[in-house]
């Protein structure tokens, strides 16, 4: 049973940092992408990034690119978004989520999510 638990949310103002992580349990996470999503009140989930967890290859929304950093530690089994300059339009709840096969960017292909956790950008 694949469990994702994410973590680091909160309330952060315009410009400022937060790093969320996402710890993984249930099996090994090799041969699996792991992906970051968020949703507003109103919008359709929309994807953040995503990282291949054997090759640490990246891939990043246009709207992120350059604030916003993928990353995972094996050892700990977790992933994490670094997310620095930050906007009030990231104002979102943040969801993790996994599934095994190619680097994909929609999230119907991801089969297993996360709760996630809430980020809020004051202006």
């Known amino acids: 049973q694949v469990q994702l638990v994410e973590s680091g949310g909160g309330l952060v103002q315009a410009g400022g940092s937060l790093r969320l992580s996402c710890a993984a349990s249930?099996?090994?996470?090799?041969?699996?992408?792991m992906g970051w999503f968020r949703q507003a009140p109103g919008n359709e989930r929309e994807f953040v990034a995503t990282?291949?967890?054997?090759?640490?290859?990246?891939y990043y929304a246009d709207s992120v690119k350059g604030r916003f950093t993928i990353s995972r530690d094996n050892a700990k089994n977790t992933v994490y978004l670094q997310m620095n300059s930050l906007k009030a339009e990231d104002t979102a709840v943040y969801y993790c989520?996994?599934?095994?096969?190619?680097?994909?960017?929609?999230?119907?292909?991801?089969?297993?999510w996360g709760q996630g956790t809430q980020v809020t950008v004051s202006s």
């Open positions: 989520a996994a599934e095994r096969g190619f680097m994909v960017m929609v999230a119907s292909a991801y089969d297993y």
């Open positions: 990282i291949d967890w054997s090759s640490g290859y990246t």
């Open positions: 249930g099996r090994t996470f090799s041969g699996y992408v």
